[in-house]
Structures are given as structure tokens and as C-alpha cells.
């Protein structure tokens, strides 16, 4: 066979074309499926921790069990998946991410250098945020229900072991508790900054 022909002979030419497409396209489809599976986790978490939520705001809540049902429901989806829960209470929805009132002298945006301080939740110090932290709340509360979800991802994408490790999806809802109830007021206390 002379070159020339060599040169014309197209047989074999498919593997070659075959061997450079298949690998391109395999880590597309790849990729395509993490990310769906990344975003139909974030939907199922989502609402399963609306729900939870609701559940929670009602007189006979049970904080553990609304907790379990949010793991039942995203775990089919992001399987190996841990949770890890945290509820804020706030007297009203004015309260969320408010800090505790203080007489700011100096004005550093700080509680320091021996300035006075109102503290609305009663845990004997100057707080950013004047909601209880870990705590379901009473009758009329606002609570602020948050959930981390931690997980392997299903799908790795070849030739990028960076997009391997642990991932992590967040879903948070707010709700005000049913009105099964008197309303706490926990009554505010005065204090000094250090």
C-alpha cells in the first residue's frame, strides 16, 4: 500500500473519533446528574424542613421526631446524608437577627469598655442576636428553624476529585408557634459590658 492510499483509507477513522467524544461526554452526563441530584436534595430538604417546621409550631410538637422526618425524607435522595438541626426562638418576627439594646458611648458598633446593656434573654450577657438559641419557644413565639445536610455526592465527576468531598445543603424556615398558650415574656435585665 502506497502512502497516498494511506492518506484516503477512512476505515478505523470511527474508534478515533469514538475514543476523543466518549470520554468528553461521559463527564458532561456525569456532571449533568450531580448537579441534579444536588438540586432535587435542596427541593426535598427544603420542604421536608417547612413541614418540620409546622409540625413543631403546633401545641403537641415534638422537636426529636420533626427532626427524624426531615432525615426520612432526604435520605433516599442523598443517601449516607447527616443532619444537624438548630432552632432560635424570638418573642416577634421584629426580634429575628436584632441585637439586644445597649448604650453604645464610644460607637464601635461593640458592647464594651463598660457600657449598659438590656438583656432581653436573660442569659446574663451582651448578645448580637437577641433570640434563644436551642429552644422551641412558648405559645406565640417566632422560631427560626435551620438544618445542615451533609453528604458524599452519588455522582463523581471524573478527572475532578476536588467536587468528591463532603458537600453540604442548607434549608431554613421561619414559623410562629400556634397560640395553644399565654405568650412568655421573659422579662429583661440590665447589665454591663466588659
Known amino acids: 500500500m502506497s502512502g497516498a492510499c494511506l492518506f484516503r483509507d477512512k476505515s478505523g477513522s470511527t474508534i478515533v473519533e469514538f475514543a476523543i467524544v466518549v470520554p468528553l461526554f461521559l463527564v458532561l452526563l456525569i456532571g449533568i446528574m450531580d448537579v441534579g441530584q444536588m438540586v432535587y436534595g435542596k427541593a426535598v ?3 421536608a424542613v417547612h413541614r418540620a417546621a409546622r409540625d413543631s409550631s403546633l401545641e403537641t410538637r415534638n422537636t426529636s421526631e420533626a427532626d427524624a ?3 426520612e425524607a432526604i435520605r433516599p435522595v442523598l443517601p449516607g446524608v447527616k443532619i444537624t438541626t438548630s432552632r432560635t426562638s424570638y418573642y416577634d418576627f421584629a426580634d429575628v437577627g436584632r441585637a439586644e439594646k445597649w448604650n453604645d458611648k464610644n460607637a464601635n458598633a461593640l458592647c464594651d469598655a463598660g457600657e449598659t446593656y438590656t438583656d432581653e434573654n436573660r442569659n446574663g450577657q451582651w448578645d448580637e442576636d437577641v433570640g434563644q438559641k436551642g429552644s422551641s419557644g412558648s405559645a406565640n413565639d417566632v422560631v427560626v428553624y435551620q438544618v445542615t445536610a451533609k ?5 463523581q465527576v471524573p478527572f475532578l476529585p476536588r467536587l468528591w468531598a463532603e458537600r453540604s445543603l442548607q434549608a431554613t424556615a421561619v414559623t410562629k408557634n400556634q ?4 405568650q412568655t415574656s ?3 435585665t440590665a447589665g454591663s459590658c466588659p
Not at 397560640?179 to 399565654?182: L, R, S
Request: a positive charge; aromatic letters at 22%.
Open 45 to 47: 430538604l427544603t420542604g
Open 186 to 188: 421573659y422579662g429583661a
Open 179 to 182: 397560640p395553644f398558650g399565654n
Open 151 to 155: 453528604f458524599k455526592p452519588v455522582f
Open 69 to 71: 422526618t426531615v432525615l
